[in-house]
């Protein structure tokens, strides 16, 4: 009989992983095929299909609890952990801007909405969706605040640092997406009950995990092969390793009891969200790195995954 640890993540390589890897396969393949347009594709997914997810999800989360904003904080503290740990590399290593802003979004942001939920919903059903939603909703509103302002910034002429610039925050409807739905719940406002502006909502949200990731797959067709050295292996490294053992410590320093804190350093265990690679592309970062990070780190995760997994189970009392 095989031990439950083991089948367990024999479930995830199989149910959660392969399927993400697959449907980027197909943006890859009909890439080659066809020669998709990459420009049209970023385009639909940050100005029409992220914002209706965003929208749908926000709006469907439970009324944060105290519980939930220590989840919270414990996600803005990860994101800006992970940040300073990636500016130090950066300065250390001497990367150029673009370089640097690469880094910088592929290690801060991570995948917790279609990889981080479905693998939490797995492996803890009775928390792990309830308690990742919360790290969904932070991240994503980080991502379009923060992270496009790394996206979106400049160098300065004099001393090449990066200099923020707020205008194209502002001119991102994800961001005002957030907002709008925080007002509708806070509100009670039955926004689902419009049906012709909830299902549209809907059906855009649920096409938003293949798109993006049929996106991935088409930018990684255009991408000139990268070798596995300077910002893509540190990107990865601390993504993987850097990201689940700030987790650790993070969810002592909160207090977490063990099932939330198990869920949540699995959860950071997740790859570099997809939205870093689109913004990256968009902004003209370094966006050939960039994809390399989401691909390899969603084909390398299921290692940290499989051993934290492993380990939670063999070493917690839940």
Not at 54 to 77: D, M
Request: proline fraction near 6%; include cysteine.
């Amino acid at each position: 009989m095989i031990p439950e640890p083991v089948s367990m993540i024999w479930y995830i390589l199989r149910d959660v992983c392969l399927p993400i890897l697959l449907v980027i396969g197909f943006g890859w393949f009909f890439d080659r095929r066809y020669k998709i347009d990459l420009e049209s594709l970023v385009k639909l997914n940050l100005y029409l299909f992220v914002p209706a997810f965003i929208f749908v999800r926000v709006t469907q989360s439970e009324v944060a609890t105290r519980l939930g904003l220590s989840i919270v904080g414990f996600t803005v503290t990860m994101i800006l952990s992970m940040g300073l740990l990636s500016l130090i590399i950066a300065q250390f290593r001497g990367y150029p801007p673009e370089h640097k802003k690469t880094l910088l979004l592929s290690s801060m942001f991570y995948n917790c909405g279609n990889y981080g939920i479905p693998l939490t919903a797995l492996a803890f059903p009775s928390v792990g969706p309830g308690v990742q939603v919360f790290c969904l909703m932070t991240m994503n509103i980080a991502t379009f605040s923060l992270g496009l302002m790394l996206a979106s910034a400049k160098p300065c002429p004099q001393n090449r640092s990066i200099r923020l610039n707020l205008n194209p925050v502002f001119k991102q409807p994800s961001l005002y997406a957030i907002f709008t739905a925080i007002l509708l719940k806070t509100t009670s406002v039955p926004v689902q009950d419009f049906i012709f502006i909830w299902k549209p909502a809907e059906f855009l949200a649920d096409a938003l995990v293949g798109l993006a990731l049929v996106t991935l797959g088409v930018q990684l067709s255009k991408t000139k092969r990268t070798t596995f050295r300077g910002p893509l292996v540190w990107a990865l490294t601390i993504r993987l390793l850097a990201g689940p053992a700030c987790a650790l410590g993070l969810t002592a320093l909160f207090g977490f009891e063990p099932a939330i804190a198990a869920v949540l350093i699995l959860g950071a265990a997740a790859p570099t969200a997809v939205n870093t690679a689109l913004l990256a592309h968009e902004f003209e970062a370094d966006s050939q790195t960039a994809a390399a990070v989401v691909f390899y780190s969603t084909l390398l995760s299921f290692i940290p995954v499989a051993l934290i997994l492993l380990w939670i189970r063999l070493s917690w009392t839940l």
